[in-house]
């Protein structure tokens, strides 16, 4: 049991640390702030799919990531709980990896556009700050999620069990 735990507590941390490295590296390139963001960190979102210990690990390394970058204290709040509550989503659909890349897009869509708007003062409507706010989710989430996937589906026994 003590063994599993810190196994999960590795799975976790390492997760943390790689978020927060992508994110850094989105940031140095201007892809993960604005109205439109492309987060590569994002696509770490369908990790729950293959092991529970990605849900802390996702919010932890976003709770990071975000407080790093400068974001301002509501955003890395609500940024990172909108990250927690599409990973546990993922976990839910799990046996259904498309559909599990979608909990972190809703999310995201939910959330961050009232964050835009009403922490960043930024100019536009919810509804734009939806669409612009979908498609960053859809590019990172979804197509780099699920090519993250295929690219670990054929390991994951080897590398989260």
């Known amino acids: 049991m003590k063994k599993a735990h810190t196994k999960a507590l590795a799975q976790g941390a390492a997760i943390a640390a790689s978020y927060v490295v992508l994110t850094f590296l989105a940031n140095a390139l201007g892809l993960s702030s604005g109205v439109i963001q492309l987060r590569f960190s994002e696509a770490l979102t369908i990790l729950p799919v293959f092991t529970p210990a990605a849900i802390p690990g996702l919010f932890i390394g976003c709770v990071l990531a975000n407080f790093l970058t400068g974001c301002l204290p509501l955003d890395v709040l609500f940024g990172s709980l909108a990250t927690l509550l599409g990973a ?20 995201n869509v939910l959330i961050i556009p009232w964050v835009l708007a009403f922490v960043y003062h930024l100019e536009g409507s919810i509804l734009y700050f939806m669409l612009t706010v ?23 026994k080897r590398l989260f069990s």
């Open 88 to 107: 546990v989503g993922t976990r839910l659909l799990r046996r259904r990896p498309y559909l599990a890349a979608l909990p972190p897009i809703v999310s």
């Open 134 to 156: 979908g498609i960053g989710e859809v590019a990172s989430c979804g197509v780099l999620g699920i090519i993250l996937y295929h690219a670990l589906e054929r390991h994951a």
